[in-house]
């Protein structure tokens, strides 16, 4: 059980100040039900004014230095530390996650802040001669400087990690931040923002705006004050936001259903590790979960047995318990949602090995074999934990099942055949594809991100900063 509980109340935070107002998100408890929190939810009039306080905090925030940038980001990242234990506990409660992991979130997003060091130390420009006819004797330098304002829009499966991942680049590219986490999971956020705001970020510089998307989405996403919108969530919620947005530099990471394609020499032991890990890691709650899998119709049996092995691996109880590794889904909607998936794929013929079971927002790890290729599984994002296996008869076959789907984030090939391996890991329409491993983006050392309604651009700490910044030249 929980060493650190205590009720949340928390506020917006606008222009270095906390804010109050009538509004209230209510945010339950994951891991005791009831209630965790009510917080301050932003108004229309409040994210206005956090937009102002941004874009007029952006001048300050250009002429920071990066040694300046630099004492941010660190002292960020030891006030991360210094509270793990009550963020922890809080991503536990909020997002519905096992301890073990909450704790291992809060570390990445840390180290996250600390390789924003590394990238923004790298942020030089570059000196250019003139080079073609009627330029001779010209001499250039380039210089980066920063956008100016930064919308984030954060999920709630990695709370805390996700959102460090777009407000690390942004403060170490030097603008000014909005930040509007989901409104399921904002107490993480909150507790982030009094870490930020006991640094020198200049007042204005970092906003926290909570709220209901229906009630300040729109505001935010449509106001000429922002100048690039970071955001992660699902494909529908990203299409609206771009709609709304003018003429902005967009990073989204969006809807995920990413194939893991195993072919019959693949070591079968570390594939079916790799998919139940894939697979059933919070819950199945992940962009990057491997959400179907397409074997070759001759090993079917022997793999599924084999990931029906490894699914002993992921008890569910108490939260709290260090031993648990899955808890519920983020709410009864979500589950509704999974639920109905499983049942069109069972009453198109596909056979439950496994589960199959819910208890409210607890949906019973599941294994479904022989999933035909017509059920919405194989093309629909789920975000649960439910691992579908599907045939194919040949290669041809494996990719036009993989890449018939409008979702391209991530995807995974098992095969010892390097030739196959690299060739297959082309034919893969999506931004990644690891080869004989689960997906995993990891802190952002390797960019990522997704094609087709999976999203726009590419993320990761130093790939970010880059699409955080703009380049000015200056003839000399």
């Known amino acids: 059980m929980a060493t650190v509980s205590t009720a949340r109340n928390e506020q917006p935070y606008i222009d270095g100040q906390w804010e109050s107002g009538d509004g209230i998100i209510e945010v339950a408890d994951l891991a005791e039900d009831g209630l965790f929190g009510r917080i301050t939810a932003t108004s229309p009039l409040q994210a206005e004014a956090a937009l102002d306080a941004a874009e007029n905090a952006q001048a300050a925030m250009a002429a920071s230095t990066i040694p300046e940038r630099v ?52 942020l030089d420009g570059e000196f250019r001669p003139g080079t073609t006819a009627g330029h001779e004797g010209w001499e250039a330098i380039t210089k980066p400087e920063p956008r100016g304002t930064v919308l984030c829009i954060t999920p709630y499966n990695y709370p805390l990690s996700t ?121 199945g709650q992940r962009c990057s979960a491997v959400s179907r899998v397409l074997v070759h119709e001759s090993i079917h049996d022997d793999l599924v047995e084999r990931i029906e092995s490894e699914m002993d691996a992921y008890p569910t109880g108490d939260l709290f318990d260090e031993e648990t590794a899955l808890g519920p889904l983020i709410s009864d909607d979500q589950a509704d949602w999974v639920e109905e998936l499983v049942t069109d794929a069972t009453d198109r013929g596909a056979e439950i090995v496994r589960g199959g079971g819910r208890d409210g927002q607890f949906v019973e790890p599941t294994l479904l074999g022989r999933v035909p290729e017509s059920a919405r599984l194989v093309t629909e994002e789920q975000f649960g934990p439910v691992i579908p296996v599907t045939t194919f008869a040949d290669e041809d076959h494996a990719i036009e099942i993989a890449n018939g789907t409008d979702l391209a984030l991530d995807g995974c090939v098992f095969t010892t055949e390097y030739d196959r391996a690299l060739r297959v890991a082309e034919r893969i329409d999506a931004g990644a594809v690891r080869i004989n491993g689960a997906p995993s983006h990891g802190l952002g050392d390797i960019p990522f991100g997704g094609n087709k309604k999976s999203g726009i651009g590419r993320e990761g700490i130093g790939t970010s900063i880059e699409g955080f910044i703009r380049y000015k030249s200056i003839v000399l």
């Open 71 to 122: 004492a941010w980001l660190e002292a960020i990242a030891t006030g991360l530390r210094d509270r793990k234990d009550e963020l922890a506990d809080v991503i536990v409660r909020e997002a519905g996650k096992p301890i073990s992991s909450a704790r291992g979130e809060v570390e990445s997003a840390a180290e996250r802040f600390e390789r924003a060091i590394e990238e923004a130390r790298g």
């Open 163 to 283: 959102t460090a991942l777009q407000v690390a680049p942004a403060l170490a590219a030097g603008n000014s931040v909005v930040l509007k986490p989901a409104s399921k999971t904002p107490v993480s956020a909150a507790i982030l923002t009094d870490v930020i705001a006991s640094t020198d970020v200049p007042a204005g510089g970092f906003n926290f705006v909570p709220g209901h998307a229906s009630t300040i989405g729109d505001v935010l996403a449509g106001s000429n004050a922002v100048d690039a919108i970071a955001m992660t969530g699902s494909s529908g919620a990203g299409e609206h936001v771009a709609r709304q947005s003018g003429i902005v530099n967009l990073h989204m990471e969006l809807g995920g259903n990413a194939p893991a394609v195993v072919f019959p020499d693949a070591d079968l032991d570390e594939t079916a590790a790799a998919c139940a890990k894939g697979g059933l890691k919070y819950a």
